[in-house]
């Protein structure tokens, strides 16, 4: 996608139109590009008058509900700005977008200025693998509101798992991606550090994986499955 | 514009005895939770109305409006109002939940359920008889005016009926690519007529 198609999507992101994938680019692009968080506001605030033409009070006893309810949780912190830390640029800017979307919990929050990256990059994998031609997509909704997708490419011989609300994991714990083979082998094909909204590269050639499947490891991985899935997509229901 | 607003948006300083949606967030950070009530009093309507709009199921919505009134009490912190006004941001929230739980539902309930086109389409219709009830909305409504017809319905399917931007091409017979470019394109129109978010 060139620059200027990224631009386009800006009243398409403030209308929430966009899907998943084009969501986490377009963030990613949102941290680099002071002209489209402007629009981007300035669109939000004109979607907020259409809002307006809508107005049905709630129920009463939700105020109750929802005063309850806030006893029981904490605020959090404000966003400060870590200058010193940087993230090693592996995933490039998919991870870094699912990255700052998952800092803020829920996966509905919207973009934080807490990424500073440098502006210029080649495609990386991924981005190649979601712009490929040839590209596969299944997907699979998960308890709890959550989903995984998985795109794969074969010209590319590559697979991208993109995961929306994923439960956060008990500390020590990560998530497990399995290649499923035509045996029914599961072939370990990299981890993925926790729950939220993520985009990551399989690790290994995908050309030859009848599906694909996730589970919980612990930190490190596994060399095979030592828990049941909590997700298993398959190829042959792709579209 | 601060004056002809049934609710104080934040855009503007206080007026006397209101305290900015703003200030009640940023207390509501601190673990105010007066300050909070007071911000679900002022803004609930709006949060809900859009919110069944989108999910239409009460019971649905009612969750959702819930899960966003927490998620506004937990994040307040991060709100930066120089990223437009507090009710922005609110509705933000809100409607980004919205049309989350409206997609996970669709995606569980994909297989047995079969396209109908027709079914979809939002009548012109709706947004002017909803418009009746302010003074902004009588604004909002005869900028709406200024849109072409397939400004105005790309950005209702989109905002209110929660479809992706290729759905929205498909229902339109527009161009796959064409129809991100028609919201945009209303949005701005939309904006520079209500003269806002500059």
Redesign the interface.
Known sequence: MTAHEIH?????Y??????DVERARFEAHLAECAEC?AEV???????????????????PE??S???A???T???????VARITERRPRRWTSLLAAAAVIGA???????W??THHGTSTRAPSAIDRVLEAADVQKV?Q?LPH?A?ATVFRSRSQSAAVLVT??MPALPAGHVYELWFRDQHGTMVPAGLMAGGGNRTVLFEGNANNARGVGVTVEPAGGSKQPTTIPVALLNFEQST | MSHLQPVPTGDVPAEAGVVSLASLLRLSARGDEQAFAELYDATSARVHGLVLRVVRDPAQSEEVTQEVYLQVWRTAARYDEARGSAMAWLMTLAHRRAVDRVRAAEAVNRQDTTYHQGSHVVSHDSTAEAAEQSMEARRVRSALVELTPVQREAIELAYFGGYTHTEVATMLDLPVGTAKTRIRDGLIRLRDAMGVGQ
């Open positions: 386009a999507l800006s009243g398409a403030a209308v929430d139109a966009l899907d968080r506001t300035s669109l939000q605030a004109a979607t907020m008058l259409l809002a307006g033409l809508s107005e049905t009070a709630p129920p939700l105020r509900r929802v005063l309810d806030i006893k949780v904490r605020p959090l912190p404000p966003t803020v919990g829920g996966g509905t929050a919207i934080q200025d997907s909704p509101g989903v929306h609300n």
